[in-house]
């Protein structure tokens, strides 16, 4: 990115994986965002998301409890329609299972595969808050 200014986004993380939260949560606190929930399950999602309200939600699509991250963002999205949300996955089968719902067209979620590079993260993030 260009020495420009960038604005700082709150962003909510849900990562399954302790280590990887904290890699996530490391990077985007060191580009200047700030990080304003993290959990390793979905389980409080929609009440975190009520009480928070971030500018992005990104959550891990295989998380704990028999629920995945396209469970916890159909539950945002049918309270928020806006919201944005990023789905960070190594399952590439995600995009398909999302397009097959109608809930999905014309919001602002994305899928990011995994392995990903944190400058890929940090821009996916930045270009769906600014998605219109």
Same mark, same amino acid.
């Given at each position: /990115?260009?020495?420009?200014?960038?604005?700082?986004? *709150?962003? /909510?993380?849900?990562? $399954?994986?302790?280590?990887?939260? =904290?890699?996530?949560?490391?990077? =985007?606190?060191?580009?200047?965002?700030?990080?304003?929930?993290?959990?390793?399950?979905? *389980?409080?999602? !929609?009440?975190?998301?009520?009480?928070?309200?971030?500018?992005?939600? /990104?959550?891990?699509?295989? =998380?704990? *409890? *028999?629920?995945?991250?396209?469970?916890?963002?159909?539950?945002?999205?049918?309270?928020?329609?806006?919201?944005?949300? &990023?789905?960070?996955?190594?399952?590439?089968?995600?995009?398909?299972?999302?397009?097959?719902?109608? &809930?999905? $067209?014309?919001?602002?979620?994305?899928? &990011?595969?995994?392995? &990903?590079?944190?400058?890929? !993260?940090?821009?996916?993030?930045?270009?769906?808050?600014?998605?219109?």
């Amino acid at each position: /990115m260009t020495k420009r200014e960038r604005k700082q986004l *709150n962003i /909510m993380i849900i990562e $399954d994986e302790q280590d990887i939260l =904290l890699l996530y949560k490391d990077y =985007l606190l060191s580009r200047g965002h700030k990080i304003v929930a993290t959990s390793t399950t979905a *389980n409080e999602i !929609l009440s975190d998301y009520d009480r928070i309200q971030p500018d992005v939600a /990104m959550i891990d699509y295989k =998380l704990p *409890n *028999n629920k995945n991250g396209i469970d916890a963002a159909i539950q945002i999205l049918d309270k928020y329609p806006s919201a944005a949300i &990023l789905i960070v996955t190594a399952y590439e089968t995600v995009n398909k299972e999302i397009a097959k719902r109608s &809930l999905f $067209d014309n919001k602002r979620v994305e899928v &990011l595969i995994k392995p &990903l590079r944190l400058a890929q !993260l940090e821009t996916s993030i930045v270009e769906i808050v600014n998605k219109k």
